[in-house]
């Protein structure tokens, strides 16, 4: 029963330093979706895929890309590591693109020094 | 701009008594309106999901509404515990030419004493 598995679970970036965020489900879900979360400021949408194939620019998509590998897997890229991307990363996947339940990842703690 | 707006960051109430939260929303016309629960440190969990041609939807202790007119949603926790102690979030889904974005409000800390 592993759902939306993100890794890592905790990491520590220097300014300018590049990562990537990995997301994986196995539930045959077709949309996938990348949040953050900062105190006070809730869930905000970086960037989600609605299908394999397709990627699209959420609220807060600046600083950031990601890659649809196929129907499992969602990755999210910070190619130059910023202090203002300190926070909670969110995995999401959905099995349709409305009116559907979301399950989430347990969340990836990134600090940027 | 398209918001949702959870009308408080907090709120503290009794074991037992009913918790009322509230969720607006301006510029949107969605179809559904989600509830999820988060923990700390964990990810948001799926409570409910209502149609906008429901008023009401119901599961245990827990009731939705949904008012197209008003743009707002009413979430009840009816003989609230300390155990549902969390922060609860709405969501709705947007529809975008790419396909449909699912937003959350800011969510609403609920604490219950006993």
């Known amino acids: 029963n592993a759902g939306v598995t993100q890794t890592p679970k905790f990491q520590v970036l220097k300014t300018g330093q590049s990562m990537t965020l990995q997301c994986a489900q196995d539930?045959?879900?077709?949309?996938m979706y990348w949040y953050r979360q900062d105190p006070g400021m809730g869930l905000r949408l970086i960037y989600y895929?609605?299908?394999?194939?397709?990627?699209d620019k959420g609220e807060v998509p600046n600083g950031y890309n990601v890659s649809r590998l196929n129907k499992r897997e969602f990755s999210l890229r910070l190619e130059s590591a910023a202090p203002s991307q300190t926070s909670v990363y969110f995995c999401?996947?959905?099995?349709?693109?409305?009116?559907?339940?979301?399950?989430f990842g347990q969340g990836t703690r990134l600090t940027v020094v | 701009s398209q918001k949702i707006e959870q009308n408080s960051e907090a709120l503290n109430i009794q074991e037992g008594k009913t918790a009322t939260l509230t969720c607006n929303y301006t510029n949107y016309s969605p179809a559904y309106l989600q509830w999820y629960r988060q923990d700390p440190g964990r990810g948001p969990v799926f409570l409910l999901l209502?149609?906008?041609?429901?008023k009401e939807k119901r599961k245990e202790r827990l009731k939705v509404t949904f008012d197209t007119t008003l743009k707002q949603s009413l979430f009840h926790i009816t003989a609230s515990q300390p155990a549902d102690s969390a922060t609860y979030l709405c969501?709705?889904?947007?529809?975008?030419?790419?396909?449909?974005?699912?937003?959350f409000g800011k969510g609403t800390t609920l604490s219950v004493s006993s």
């Open positions: 999401a996947s959905r099995k349709g693109f409305r009116n559907t339940e979301a399950f």
């Open positions: 209502i149609r906008e041609n429901e």
């Open positions: 539930m045959n879900h077709n949309s």
């Open positions: 969501a709705l889904d947007i529809r975008e030419q790419a396909g449909t974005a699912l937003i």
């Open positions: 895929s609605a299908s394999e194939g397709t990627t």
